[in-house]
């Protein structure tokens, strides 16, 4: 089956544009997440979905950021007036509640988000 | 203090040698634990859970010990293929938690 996906795979845009990255998480999973890598940085959360509500949003760095979901499914990760240190790969993962799994969390491979 | 730390690194192998990664966590109240493997601009993918009892996968051997908060990873006989950054992660409350990372390099 589909894996998690993310689009755009790439996005430039300017300083000051807003941007917004979408997710398509595997079919069933309940649970969404939004990680944030930078250049040399490790992982960093974001913000946790559970269907369509967002039980921690406690990693969004700025009010310039915010996420929605709608219909338990697709994702799309909002950042206004962009800045430089926005510059990172986002990603994006979804898991299955079932005890079996366990919370695994399977990853997207990323919007690479460059901001001129 | 980072709340999942491991070994600098890189480790740099010779093909067919043991290699272990080890992980401390700051929160005992972690509820799940993980090793996952991301190779260069690509994005994670999980290697092994980790359990109390330690858990093993053909060369891959992890083990957790909840009351030093201390995981580890052992790859034996390793390939040029495992080269790559292990991540070492741990679950709290949903969300995942990372270590920086040890980029791990096997040569011929």
């Known amino acids: 089956g589909a894996g998690v996906s993310q689009s755009p795979s790439n996005k430039v845009t300017e300083k000051g544009k807003d941007v917004e990255l979408r997710c398509d998480p595997i079919s069933g999973h309940t649970a969404l997440y939004w990680y944030r890598q930078s250049l040399g940085q490790g992982l960093e959360f974001l913000i946790y979905f559970q269907g369509n509500s967002a039980p921690d949003k406690s990693g969004l760095p700025s009010d310039r950021f915010s996420a929605e979901r709608t219909g338990g499914s697709v994702s799309t990760l909002t950042i206004q007036r962009t800045q430089q240190e926005d510059s990172a790969v986002y990603l994006c993962?979804?898991?299955?509640?079932?005890?079996?799994?366990?919370?695994?969390?399977?990853f997207g491979a990323g919007t690479r988000l460059s901001v001129l | 203090r980072k709340e999942v730390e491991q070994d600098p690194g890189p480790f740099n192998v010779p093909e067919g040698a043991t290699v272990a990664f080890n992980c401390t966590y700051s929160?005992?109240?972690?509820?799940?634990f993980f090793w996952y493997r991301q190779d260069c601009r690509k994005e994670p993918k999980l290697l092994m859970s980790v359990y109390s009892s330690g858990n093993e996968d053909g060369r891959f051997t992890a083990q957790l010990n909840r009351a030093s908060q201390y995981i580890s990873l052992l790859i034996r006989d390793s390939k040029l293929s495992d080269s790559a950054t292990y991540l070492c992660v741990v679950n709290q409350g949903g969300k995942l938690i990372f270590g920086q990372g040890t980029e791990l390099s096997v040569k011929p």
């Open positions: 929160n005992s109240a972690s509820q799940s």
């Open positions: 993962a979804s898991s299955s509640t079932s005890s079996k799994a366990k919370n695994i969390q399977y």
